[in-house]
């Protein structure tokens, strides 16, 4: 049996249009149940439930004090009788056969954890299902009303086709950053599942990314694979109109991201909490950050941390933060903290790229990046320069000169550092310090910090 979650604070009018749309499924009554889980709402949502009480099996569950969305929506798993969960919105319209779509046929063995579609319709679509019981024809939506999953294919077809068009079934673009795009207006998954997962996480009491969350904990679990995500743009549901103060929630969700990236310190959340870019891009540019990161781990040319040290010149009482490949002897100096993608990934040792860092502000004399910083593309560089320059008062950037681009290999990274610092010192204070055959180094700080020494 299938258990649909349905968290709600208040929005009586929005939760009875969802139940409407749950008493017309096609699925038959006994193949689900629904879970209502009023979070200390002011309105008479017990109400709107009790008005369907005949026609669904419903329970209501209330919280006595506001707990946030993450809280209910895990009161109401622990509610729910069936093994497989559909996590709805209380202003989620379900389309005739959504329930349908979320239920496992017996022998299913694709996907654990299914997206489904949602359409944000304008009002002349929205009269049209209030009139017809959320029935549309998909070919009358406008342009703006889809969902933006609903993407190109990114592969071509068989020899001489052209690639697939846009439309519904593109999700395959997303292939190795699936988790990205879960939301919880319409998703399932095992019960199995989302209590190995621990379910939410309760201290997100805000609006906004507890679903990005869980289902980055879902990835994790899968063993950092994406084939555990499955977007099925037939399970169809449509967002009712509601009053939103975007600026008041973003600036609620704002001190999110850096609990997120502390939360887990892996580039995988950095690149997503991003905040100059938008997550499309990120999707597409995470799997070459990570081609990037093999091209360079057994790279032969690729300078040693203690060559660098000396090379860099840092006082021994001078306190850093190093991040790139096989760093333990950059550790044996000073107060040195390291970010080393060449150990394995845990809560002693984190992998991030520096675009975004955990660290406060001020912690550290100099950061130290070694080779990474050349692959990143250059809204990503910009934003690891303004982090470094952040946590640390300069920020050493180290190019080893036999790691070079070969358009052979894929792998896009700066060589030349004339123009990369015309690019800059227009806002830092920046200059080669050090430079022979093997290795240069630039250092960037901001203005008015000490100048930078001279090539030697």
Known sequence: MLSVIIPTYNQADCLQLTLDSLTRQSAGRGSFEVVV??????????????????????????????????????????????DRLLLMDADSIAAPDLVGHHLRAPGDTGPDVVYGRRIEPSWGTFAELRRNGAVLDELALLPMEGDHRDLPQSAPGDPGEPAASAGPGAFDVYRRTGWMFGFTHNLSLPRELYMQVGGFDEAFVQWGYEDTDFTYRIYRHNGRDSSCFR??????????PHFRDWTTEWEKTKPVLPFLVDKYRHYDIEFFTHPSDNHRRVARTLPFYEDCREFLRDHPGRVPADRVRKAADLPDNASSLWIGFDLAAAALAGQTTTVDHGA?????????????????????????????????????????????????????????KHVRRDPA?????????????????PRYEAAVTYDDEELAVVRLARRGADAAGAVR
């Open 344 to 400: 394995e990934f845990g809560p002693g040792n984190p992998h991030l790229f520096g675009v975004r860092t955990p660290y406060a502000d001020g912690s550290f004399d100099c950061a130290v990046h070694l080779d990474l910083w050349r692959m990143l593309t250059p809204i990503d560089l910009s934003a690891l320069i303004m982090d470094s320059l952040r946590v640390a008062d300069s920020a050493l950037l180290v190019m080893s």
């Open 37 to 82: 889980v009023d979070d200390a709402s002011v309105q008479d949502v017990h109400a709107v439930v009790r008005r369907h009480e005949a026609d669904l099996d419903l329970r209501y569950v209330r919280h006595d004090v506001n707990r946030g969305r993450s809280a209910a929506r895990n009161s109401g798993a622990a509610a729910a009788k069936g």
């Open 409 to 425: 290999d894929g792998i896009g990274m700066i060589d030349d550092l004339g123009y990369f610092l015309s690019l800059v010192t």
């Open 231 to 240: 977007y099925d743009p037939a399970a169809l549901c449509y967002h009712a």
